[in-house]
């Protein structure tokens, strides 16, 4: 027993001593927990996603329109664009001719337009118009059930006065009148109440439907709730503004998500090998050759690149096979935002090997990073499923603007002018890393 | 050749190297002996122009060496510490990487390739991978790899650690066989016997001072005796050790008592001196000092503490 408890305290005492294990094995899955527990509401009082912004521009002059509008400004989920800001700095409210071009430079993704027929003598139910850029068809799903929700919610009084006006095409004033009167008495004679009041309701379209589309669905129950019947009485025109002729938006969003994960995985790790070359003496014998720091540094960094560039396109070609990806399509510009995304990684990669002192701090580091960027950079879920602290720090990752770039060319098909900004961030990434990790480099001994 | 001029180098607060100062002659073997961290390496370092000395200045053939200036290191081989190869290529393809880095190319590269690989007898396994190399055979093409351009001056930095009796002879036969063809050698080793062996001049390193300098004979005459007898300490020699301490230097190490008679004392006074107590001479070795007597005496302790 005695030996066993000394081989125990062995391999407790090794554990301690290693950081790397220690990190791999507590703090890593820690930090999946956290994240993967935020996304589904865990420890927040209000889950679901928060702040997707959504441009409104109301069309109709039915107050129930402006209601469903402050309704949606309530609801957390969305951030409400109803102005547009000119050229000259001054407002104006927006309008639908805005959207499209807005939606495109990816100012917002989702807009919902109410139109002046909101209400129709000639249809039954509300009349809406949805434009979207669904390159994330999780997010895009989840805005529709969402405003579905919102409407119903917030504004039956519309879906009654839907009603009413319908009925008044086919009955004429006077007989509507009359109809309603009896419905009010039928209605106070078997249930109470005052018949004037209840024909005063139904006149304005309250039918109490609120409480049928906030009535819960029975388990088991195959279909009809309230939210089903209500939904039939909601028609919405749907206008995908970006992104029409992919034919596989899922694959194109999780290829790219998934790729530049990997791709910073083996790129830390071949950053690692940094450490194996300085400990076997190779960078001694590189240096003592007419080779200079910088140029060792260069040929490491544009090694990266290379690397970064043949994994990138390797997975975009297995998702062209596996699931129609369109490369082909965007060639030169997917190859230019692989190229970017190629030099953020590596200078990530080299900047950990400078601010580490073994390969093994290196590994341990970069798998909790690499994890954590991916989580809240949007590689796994959508961003916006995220609370909005979480959303600005995926803005400071390269997984996120990665994604961004992937999603720019085989989404939106956007020309090398429109992909300029989010090249240039990740461009910018990769500069002030590689000036950290050179810096770092020439002060540590990594060399000597 | 080689210059080193009043060369300091510190790290921190630790002084690695104390005011150096040094010359080489063309052809030379010389031999840089000292035991871990007195500042060999560091010393390699500075003249493989790895790292800048915080003082003084370091000339080759005249020319100032400098870690700015790549061009200098062009006559400069350094066969590292460590295994500096690498262990997933073929020794082709390393010292195809090296050669290149020098500036070869082509056929020249490849013939350079087909020598070195000759010379340490690696060419029936220049397309294995090094990793599946004996550590002998890894050391061997760890020298090769410095060679490659036909340095002026080879830097060896403890070439040999954990190598097999075998392979290391291989290596003391190939490095002294480029020593007569002229190329000029800086070894550094804690080593007594390979410094003894292979160089014709040695300088004594500890705490970053050279302490000695001199060919071993030069070394050794700074003893202040010229030989050692050395006994055993039992019960039939205890009566001899106070009177000897009175004709030179009594040491005891692990059983063995160590005696170094005073420079100009007569080894006939220390025989006449055991007859008279009834030992025998078969008890009593003599023999003459070595480098590790001389470093007991520079430095007071033994080159392995």
Known sequence: MRIILTLLGKDFANLRRNRSALVLSFMVPMVIIYVVGLVFGLGRSDSGPSGIPLAVVNQSDN???????????????????????????????????DLRPLIRDRRFSYALVIPPDVLSETQLGLHLKILSDPRNDIESQTVNGLLQKTIFTHVPDLLGQSLQARAKKFLGNPKLSEFNGSIATAVAKAFGGDPAKIKADIEQGNFGLEELAASPA???????????????????????????????????????????????????????????EKNSGVFQRV?????????LLWSRFFYGILFGLIQLLALFF???????????GHFGNLLVVCACVAAACTSFGMLLSALTRSPEAAASLATLLVITMSACGGAWFPVSFMPEFMQ????????????????????????????????????????VAMTIAVWRFNRSRIFD | ?????????????????DDVSLNIAPGEFFGLLGPNGAGKSTLMSLIASLRAPDAGGITLDGIALSTADAA???????????????????????????????????????????????AVQLNDRRRDQVKTFSGGMQRRLNLAAALLHRPKLLLCDEPTVGVDPQSRNAIFEYLERLNREGLTIIYSTHYMEEATRLCSRIGIIDHGKILAL??????????????????????????????????????????????????????????????????????FTSQRPTLEALFLHLTGRTIRE
């Not at chain 2, 025989?271 to 025998?280: A, Q």
């Open chain 1, 318 to 328: 297995a998702g062209h096979l596996l699931y129609g990806v369109d490369v082909f």
């Open chain 2, 72 to 118: 200098g290191r062009l006559t400069l081989g350094l066969v590292p510490q460590h295994i500096a190869l690498y262990l997933e290529l073929n020794p082709e393809q390393n010292l195809g990487i090296f050669g290149q880095l020098y500036g070869l190319r082509g056929a020249d590269l490849r013939a350079r390739i087909d020598e070195a690989l000759d």
């Open chain 1, 218 to 276: 029975k388990p088991g129950a195959a279909s009809s709730t309230g939210g089903d019947i209500l939904s039939k009485l909601v028609k919405i025109d749907t206008e995908q503004v970006v992104g029409k002729d992919v034919k596989s938006p899922t694959a194109t969003r999780i290829v790219g998500g998934y790729a530049v994960m990997f791709l910073l995985f083996a790129l830390s790790n071949s950053s690692a090998a940094f450490f194996s």
């Open chain 1, 63 to 97: 107050p129930a329109a402006q209601k469903l509008v402050a309704a949606l400004q309530a609801e957390k989920s969305f951030h409400v664009i109803t102005e547009f800001v000119n050229p000259d700095r001054t407002i104006r409210p927006l309008t639908e001719t």
């Open chain 1, 392 to 431: 600005h720090i995926a803005r400071f990752t390269i997984v996120y603007w990665a994604i961004d770039g992937f999603g720019g060319v085989l989404w939106a098909g956007n020309s090398f002018g429109q992909m300029l900004p989010t090249l240039g961030i990740l461009l910018s990434i990769t500069a």
């Open chain 1, 287 to 295: 240096l003592s050759a007419p080779v200079s720091r910088a140029q």
């Open chain 2, 1 to 17: 050749m080689l210059t080193l001029d009043h060369i300091t180098k510190r790290y921190g607060s630790l002084t690695a190297l």
């Open chain 2, 214 to 283: 001199g060919t071993l004979d030069e070394l050794l005459t700074q003893l202040p005796f010229e030989e050692e007898i050395r006994f055993s300490a039992n019960a039939a020699t205890a009566t001899l050790a106070p009177a000897l301490a009175v004709q030179g230097e009594l040491t005891t190490h692990d059983g063995i008592h160590r005696f170094r008679p005073r420079a100009g004392a007569k080894l006939s006074e220390f025989y006449s001196l055991t007859e008279s107590r009834g030992l025998p001479a078969r008890l």
